[in-house]
């Protein structure tokens, strides 16, 4: 399993913008999908964001209540995922945690084997 450390979390007014990051402990990460969840109190977990491997084009994936508005990178000589989000709004309120897995993105969270502790985003009007 791959350690992960997310940070960049707080509060943050309606229509502002936070930057998540994600450190892995993995010399390979290059070789996993990173993805970004989130869960909201009473609410499911869901994928916001995924990009792929290197080597694949870093393709991306975004929930459709983010896209536009979001954006997931990595770092891989820092070993780093980080996720830009803007003009974020009141429901994107959770505590967003980065997940990694071997070779593809995937949509569901029980398909990643390493997870971070997650981080506290709180949006306020």
């Known amino acids: 399993q791959v350690q992960l450390a997310e940070s960049g979390g707080g509060l943050v007014q309606a229509g502002g913008s936070l930057r998540l990051s994600c450190e892995a402990s993995?010399?390979?990460?290059?070789?996993?999908?990173m993805a970004w969840f989130r869960q909201a109190p009473g609410k499911e977990r869901e994928r916001v964001a995924c990009?792929?491997?290197?080597?694949?084009?870093?393709?991306?994936y975004y929930a459709d209540s983010v896209k536009g508005r979001f954006t997931i990178s990595r770092d891989n000589a820092k070993n780093t995922v980080y996720l830009q989000m803007l003009s974020l709004k009141l429901e994107d309120t959770a505590v967003y945690s980065c997940?990694?897995?071997?070779?593809?993105?995937?949509?569901?969270?029980?398909?990643?084997?390493?997870w971070g502790q997650g981080t506290q985003v709180t949006v306020s009007s």
């Open positions: 997940a990694a897995r071997a070779l593809a993105c995937w949509s569901t969270s029980n398909r990643y084997d390493s």
């Open positions: 990009i792929s491997i290197s080597g694949s084009g870093d393709r991306t």
């Open positions: 993995e010399r390979t990460f290059s070789r996993y999908a």
